[in-house]
């Protein structure tokens, strides 16, 4: 049961809290002219911070310790460069870089001035890059001479000025170099103070249809990025802190830049790939305290087995987190058992900005549910007319608006806009879940995902969730495939663990597996062996990609598609 003492705190905040009251920790309440890279970087010098470590980068081949006071510095040398480069307030600049020391210099050089910063995957093929600095008429990019090769320049007009992190100045190109640039700029800088609803990011994020969407956010929601900080992500200013996500993700952005600086906190960057193994230094050497990640990573770790654990000193991890899809019960046990911590789940979506629902960390788990959410914003399981629905009921996840982190518009394309609120009053985030008697919410599904099989609904989430309980299974993905008789049958698609090798015997035992282990009609009927399974950047299993196999229809916009 949940009653008792430690939900008390959140009942409290819940009842009291008042997001005004967030706003006066922030230098804007008396001015009300507001830069996030002020409250995220230069504050902490002025408050007498400058010596600490903002940024602790690493990667294979390089390593860098970063203070507030040198990334102020470096910031206001690039915020400098992209004025003498003519660039605007409110213009458009895109970041196409590595997880660099030079990506978060120009980072918070973008914001300082006033311009809306766009970051990229750096895995990013031509044709996406395309789409959304087309999209979003971006006028200045930073990259390096290699990605450059993925930028079509010729087919983008209103791109004039790229910085190149490695690279040379060619007038006639509108090349500049970085490295010259910034060399060549004074480290002061006057901050450019802007409205609380003044653009601060775009993030491009896939649909179930058409081209990518530009989803903006404005400087405002830095008071969700802070408080949700504390809140969720249970951040003190001596924590030493991994984000995991790439900042192309809204994840690596909210919570890989803005809540942890917000909070003062040092940064841990890690470059290059993942492996077991270079993770679990990253946590020992860094001794970080607080780290977010996501369930396809947590999935991978488990996978890769209980001894690379144990070679290692984990002892500072003291609050783990996860977003992005769900996380199965099977991995928190997991995580239990080796990390001796409990892994908390998140929910939010690009859209959102912010964590919307969450386990906090004074909390009781539910494994298997996204937990409750956050004092100051109500979401709720509505029905099409926007009618709360009782306990155990599925329906729409949505959210009653506004809130701080929420998007303010998608870029040049008002109507994607409305499709979210057509419901009035809410925001309607295109996920199906449910509410317990106590509050919190689990996940069934995205609407188009959600299988109904002989009339019974089945949520592959929970499908999934019994399929990587099996020893053999590392990752499986599950789609309603069309059937005559029982309008859809479970499908699953399995990625085997290591040391397991495909066989009728393998499938028949999966599937009886699900049969004991979840219910007879959420045993897969049929199940397909894949070396690999199609996900997005961030970890995210693309069921969509899985029902365009089945069917032999095209898959739809893949920019997001990992290679
Ligand atoms: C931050 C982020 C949003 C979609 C969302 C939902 C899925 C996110 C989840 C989760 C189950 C969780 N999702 N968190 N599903 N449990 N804890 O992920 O943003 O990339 O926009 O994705 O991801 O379907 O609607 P984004």
């Given at each position: 049961m949940?009653?008792?003492n430690?939900?008390s705190?959140?009942?409290?905040e819940k009842?009291?809290?008042?997001?005004?009251?967030?706003?006066?920790?922030?230098?804007?309440?008396?001015?009300?002219k507001?830069?996030?890279?002020?409250?995220?970087?230069?504050r902490?010098?002025?408050?007498?911070r400058?010596?600490?470590?903002a940024?602790?980068y690493?990667d294979?081949?390089?390593s860098?310790?970063i203070?507030?006071?040198?990334?102020?510095?470096?910031?206001?040398?690039?915020?400098?460069?992209?004025?003498?480069l003519?660039?605007?307030?409110?213009?458009?600049?895109?970041i196409?870089?590595?997880?660099?020391?030079?990506?978060y210099?120009?980072?918070?050089?973008?914001?300082?001035?006033?311009?809306?910063?766009?970051?990229?995957?750096?895995?990013?093929?031509?044709?996406?890059?395309?789409?959304?600095?087309?999209?979003?008429?971006a006028?200045?990019?930073?990259?390096?001479?290699?990605?450059?090769?993925?930028?079509?320049?010729?087919?983008?007009?209103?791109?004039?000025?790229?910085?190149?992190v490695g690279?040379?100045?060619?007038?006639?190109?509108?090349?500049?170099?970085f490295?010259?640039?910034?060399?060549?700029?004074?480290?002061?800088?006057?901050?450019?103070?802007?409205?609380?609803?003044?653009?601060?990011?775009?993030?491009?994020?896939?649909?179930?249809?058409g081209?990518?969407?530009?989803?903006?956010?404005?400087?405002?929601?830095?008071?969700?990025?802070?408080?949700?900080?504390?809140?969720?992500?249970?951040?003190n200013?001596d924590?030493?802190?991994?984000c995991?996500?790439?900042?192309?993700?809204?994840?690596?952005t909210?919570?890989?830049?803005?809540?942890?600086?917000?909070?003062?906190?040092?940064?841990?960057?890690?470059?290059?790939?993942?492996?077991?193994?270079?993770?679990?230094?990253?946590l020992?050497t860094?001794?970080?305290?607080?780290?977010?990640?996501?369930p396809?990573?947590?999935?991978?770790?488990?996978?890769?087995?209980?001894?690379?654990?144990?070679k290692?000193?984990l002892?500072?991890?003291?609050?783990?987190?996860?977003?992005?899809?769900?996380?199965?019960?099977?991995?928190i046990?997991?995580?239990?058992?080796?990390?001796?911590?409990?892994?908390?789940?998140?929910?939010?979506?690009?859209e959102t900005?912010?964590?919307?629902?969450?386990?906090?960390?004074?909390?009781?788990?539910r494994?298997?549910?996204?937990?409750?959410?956050?004092?100051?914003v109500?979401?709720?399981?509505?029905d099409?007319?926007?009618?709360?629905?009782p306990?155990?009921t599925?329906?729409?996840?949505?959210?009653?608006?506004?809130?701080?982190?929420?998007?303010?518009?998608?870029?040049?394309?008002?109507?994607?806009?409305?499709?979210?609120?057509?419901?009035?009053?809410?925001y309607v985030?295109?996920?199906?879940a449910?509410?317990?008697e106590?509050?919190?919410?689990?996940?069934?599904?995205?609407?188009?995902?959600?299988?109904?099989?002989?009339?019974?609904?089945?949520?592959?989430?929970?499908?999934?969730?019994?399929?990587?309980?099996?020893?053999?299974?590392?990752?499986?993905g599950?789609?309603?495939?069309?059937?005559?008789?029982?309008?859809?049958?479970?499908?699953?698609?399995?990625?085997?663990?290591?040391?397991?090798?495909?066989?009728?015997?393998l499938?028949?035992?999966?599937?009886?597996?699900?049969?004991?282990?979840?219910?007879?009609?959420?045993s897969p009927r049929?199940?397909?062996f894949?070396?690999?399974?199609?996900?997005?950047?961030?970890?995210?299993i693309?069921?969509?990609?899985?029902?365009?196999w089945?069917?032999?229809?095209?898959?739809?916009?893949l920019?997001?598609?990992?290679?």
């Amino acid at each position: 049961m949940t009653t008792g003492n430690n939900l008390s705190d959140y009942e409290k905040e819940k009842d009291t809290f008042q997001w005004s009251d967030v706003e006066k920790v922030f230098s804007w309440h008396q001015t009300g002219k507001v830069n996030v890279a002020y409250e995220c970087v230069d504050r902490h010098v002025e408050e007498g911070r400058g010596d600490k470590i903002a940024l602790s980068y690493s990667d294979p081949v390089r390593s860098e310790n970063i203070t507030y006071e040198q990334l102020k510095q470096h910031s206001n040398r690039f915020a400098n460069l992209l004025k003498r480069l003519h660039i605007e307030k409110g213009d458009r600049v895109f970041i196409f870089l590595p997880r660099t020391p030079e990506f978060y210099a120009s980072f918070f050089g973008v914001l300082k001035i006033g311009a809306v910063v766009g970051p990229l995957f750096e895995a990013f093929m031509t044709a996406a890059v395309q789409d959304r600095l087309d999209n979003s008429e971006a006028v200045a990019l930073v990259t390096t001479p290699q990605l450059l090769k993925r930028v079509p320049v010729d087919q983008l007009p209103h791109l004039k000025k790229i910085i190149l992190v490695g690279g040379e100045d060619n007038q006639q190109l509108g090349h500049y170099s970085f490295e010259k640039g910034v060399f060549q700029e004074s480290s002061d800088f006057s901050m450019e103070w802007v409205d609380l609803e003044h653009p601060m990011i775009i993030h491009y994020t896939s649909g179930s249809t058409g081209k990518p969407k530009g989803v903006l956010h404005v400087h405002h929601a830095m008071i969700q990025h802070y408080q949700t900080g504390k809140w969720v992500l249970d951040l003190n200013s001596d924590d030493i802190y991994w984000c995991t996500a790439d900042p192309g993700w809204v994840t690596g952005t909210s919570y890989g830049i803005f809540a942890p600086w917000l909070n003062g906190v040092t940064n841990v960057i890690r470059g290059g790939r993942f492996s077991p193994d270079d993770w679990y230094q990253t946590l020992e050497t860094n001794k970080v305290t607080v780290w977010y990640s996501a369930p396809t990573a947590f999935r991978m770790l488990m996978g890769a087995g209980d001894e690379v654990v144990e070679k290692y000193d984990l002892s500072n991890v003291r609050h783990i987190m996860s977003v992005g899809e769900p996380l199965n019960p099977e991995v928190i046990r997991w995580g239990l058992q080796v990390y001796k911590k409990r892994i908390h789940d998140t929910w939010w979506m690009t859209e959102t900005g912010g964590i919307v629902i969450a386990n906090y960390p004074q909390m009781e788990i539910r494994p298997g549910s996204m937990g409750r959410p956050i004092p100051g914003v109500h979401a709720a399981i509505i029905d099409d007319n926007g009618l709360e629905l009782p306990p155990n009921t599925m329906g729409h996840l949505a959210v009653k608006t506004p809130w701080p982190s929420l998007m303010r518009s998608i870029w040049n394309n008002p109507e994607k806009y409305k499709e979210y609120f057509q419901i009035p009053g809410w925001y309607v985030s295109g996920d199906t879940a449910y509410q317990d008697e106590d509050g919190y919410f689990w996940f069934q599904g995205r609407e188009d995902d959600v299988i109904n099989t002989s009339g019974e609904r089945v949520g592959p989430f929970e499908v999934e969730s019994k399929l990587v309980e099996h020893p053999a299974v590392a990752e499986a993905g599950v789609i309603g495939k069309p059937d005559e008789l029982r309008g859809q049958i479970i499908k699953a698609f399995i990625a085997l663990r290591d040391g397991y090798a495909p066989s009728e015997e393998l499938k028949k035992e999966i599937a009886a597996f699900v049969k004991s282990g979840l219910a007879a009609h959420a045993s897969p009927r049929e199940i397909e062996f894949k070396d690999k399974l199609p996900k997005t950047r961030s970890g995210k299993i693309m069921r969509r990609v899985l029902k365009a196999w089945e069917l032999g229809l095209p898959a739809g916009d893949l920019s997001t598609l990992e290679d």
